[in-house]
């Protein structure tokens, strides 16, 4: 089993700032099969990015991925307050089999 | 546009199977091109995929929870079910149906999600 690693746990910026939240893969992951969610409190998960780098729908362009390998990256530009939320990566391996991180918490600092 | 929605007791005691259902709307179940999924998350805590059913009946489930689990499709009136045996308090969570890409593994939408409580 994959297992995905992300950090920081925790992330304390303010509006207008920008976020880089890391997932790391315990071995190599294809960037096709890489996802990041955005969850609320009391909401369920929100696709964000699919592909490692392609944007969902209505996803704003302020939210962008990036990586390869074992290593990837979810980027905020410039944080708007509704930005702040746990953010989750996933994989879909081999089996099929999907595993997710642990998430990382955006707070407001 | 697709929307999801669990339903099921919101109370289950020990060793009891919980059941749940999830109704498809906006879309059919039997569109090829995705994978029926639930997903769960204890209170506070993180995801944890449990399995997933195909429109043809197939299924994959995960491999901690494969002895306990069963996911089923009906077609005929658009939903997915969930059936968890033998519960215990580790099972309490908030119980996602979701749909997943066939090709590329991503989940979307998802349900709002219905919390079980595994208790006497």
């Known amino acids: 089993e994959i297992v995905l690693t992300q950090s920081p746990g925790t992330l304390s910026l303010s509006p207008g700032e920008r976020a880089t939240l890391s997932c790391r893969a315990s071995?190599?992951?294809?960037?096709?099969?890489l996802a990041w969610y955005q969850q609320k409190p009391g909401q369920a998960p929100r696709l964000l990015i699919y592909?490692?780098?392609s944007r969902a729908t209505g996803i704003p362009d302020r939210f962008s991925g990036s990586g390869s390998g074992t290593d990837f990256t979810l980027t905020i530009s410039r944080l708007e307050p509704e930005d702040f939320a746990v953010y989750y990566c996933?994989?879909?391996?081999?089996?099929?089999?999907?595993?997710f991180g642990q998430g990382t918490k955006l707070e407001i600092k | 546009q697709v929307q999801l929605q669990e339903s099921g007791p919101g109370l289950v005691k020990p060793s009891e199977t919980l059941s749940l259902t999830c109704t498809v709307s906006?879309?059919?179940?039997?569109?090829?091109?995705?994978?029926w999924n639930w997903i769960r998350q204890p209170p506070g805590k993180g995801l944890e995929w449990i399995g997933y059913?195909?429109?043809?009946?197939?299924?994959n489930y995960n491999p901690s929870l494969k002895s306990r689990i069963s996911i089923s499709v009906d077609t005929s009136k658009n939903q997915i079910s969930l059936k968890l045996s033998s519960v215990t308090a580790a099972d309490t969570a908030v119980y996602y149906c979701?749909?997943?890409?066939?090709?590329?593994?991503?989940?979307?939408?998802w349900g709002q999600g219905t919390l079980v409580t595994v208790s006497s």
């Open positions: 979701t749909r997943g890409s066939r090709q590329r593994g991503w989940f979307d939408p």
């Open positions: 906006g879309g059919s179940v039997s569109s090829g091109s995705y994978y």
């Open positions: 059913v195909y429109y043809s009946g197939s299924t």
């Open positions: 071995e190599s992951v294809s960037s096709s099969y």
């Open positions: 592909g490692a780098f």
């Open positions: 996933q994989q879909y391996g081999s089996s099929p089999q999907y595993t």
